[in-house]
């Protein structure tokens, strides 16, 4: 968009402090700024979290997350806190085939080292080997930890222990 010459440079403009763009985190600050001109403001700044239910960590004996876990670590404690009999399931991710599907995978992949797009962001570029290993994890995860993949929970759904979440 910037290099298209239709955009208005607002980087004179977020430098008043009633405008508070050091408020915004530098990733969506970047992102509104390419070649160093500012061109908007970042329309959404959606953050992924783990949110977990102390109650069934406690019940089941599963030590609560930290800072140090691993990937391996959440699968592991998904699994042991996911009760199908009682409908709990220790997980939930969002395949909803839609862009809330979209803003739960990207962090992943871009956490594996892959991109959306090229470097000149011409083509796609998801479909890599971060992207395969990214994806194919997801698929192991709802598998080995029979998590639950709904958008919502499903009827009779009591709990979920554990969800990568937004917003």
């Given at each position: ?17 009633a ?67 009682e ?10 085939a ?30 890599s ?8 994890s ?30």
């Amino acid at each position: 968009m910037q290099e298209s010459g239709k955009t208005l440079d607002l980087t004179e403009k977020v430098k008043d402090p009633a405008v508070k763009w050091a408020e915004f985190p530098e990733s969506a600050r970047t992102t509104a700024t390419p070649n160093g001109q500012v061109i908007g403001f970042p329309a959404i700044v959606d953050n992924l979290a783990l949110l977990y239910n102390k109650t069934l960590f406690d019940a089941k004996q599963v030590p609560y997350p930290t800072d140090e876990w691993t990937w391996d670590d959440f699968r592991a404690a998904a699994k042991k806190l996911t009760d199908p009999a009682e409908k709990i399931y220790g997980t939930a991710y969002s395949v909803s085939a839609s862009e809330d599907t979209t803003w739960h995978f990207w962090p992943l992949l871009w956490q594996r080292g892959g991109s959306i797009l090229s470097q000149d962001g011409k083509q796609a570029a998801f479909n890599s080997q971060a992207g395969w290993t990214r994806w194919s994890s997801c698929g192991r995860w709802r598998w080995t930890t029979r998590a639950s993949t709904s958008t919502r929970p499903t009827s009779g759904t009591r709990r979920c222990s554990g969800t990568a979440g937004s917003r």
